[in-house]
């Protein structure tokens, strides 16, 4: 079993930056693939990255591509989304999800955290 808590979140003025968290607890990341999804008001949750249990790969959605970075820590216990030149598209709630697969779809993810508010204000 792994517990995920998330935190980083926050309001930011368009332009700016942000860094979110997420801490596992049970077990590491270095079993799991890591990711984001988020989800803003009216809308279905959507993928945002994704990094491998050894963290040797990435992949993030056309619409954050060159903007957020996601990374794991050395002991692989925590992932970040580090996100910049932030935009008010990007307002929504952020949730970290780790699963066994290397997947893009919310259906293969096992453990969810209870997700962090991001709002930019333009």
């Known amino acids: 079993q792994v517990q995920l808590v998330e935190s980083g979140g926050g309001t930011v003025q368009a332009g700016g930056s942000l860094r979110l968290s997420c801490a596992a607890s049970?077990?590491?990341?270095?079993?799991?693939?890591g990711s984001w999804f988020r989800q803003a008001p009216g809308k279905e949750r959507e993928f945002v990255a994704q990094i491998s249990g050894g963290g040797a790969a990435t992949i993030y959605a056309d619409s954050v591509k060159g903007r957020f970075t996601i990374s794991k820590d050395n002991a692989k216990t925590t992932v970040y989304l580090q996100m910049n030149s932030l935009k008010p598209e990007d307002t929504a709630v952020y949730y970290c999800?780790?699963?066994?697969?290397?997947?893009?779809?919310?259906?293969?993810?096992?453990?969810w955290g209870q997700g962090t508010q991001v709002t930019v204000s333009s």
């Open positions: 049970g077990r590491t990341f270095s079993t799991y693939a």
């Open positions: 999800a780790a699963g066994y697969f290397w997947s893009q779809k919310q259906r293969d993810y096992d453990y």
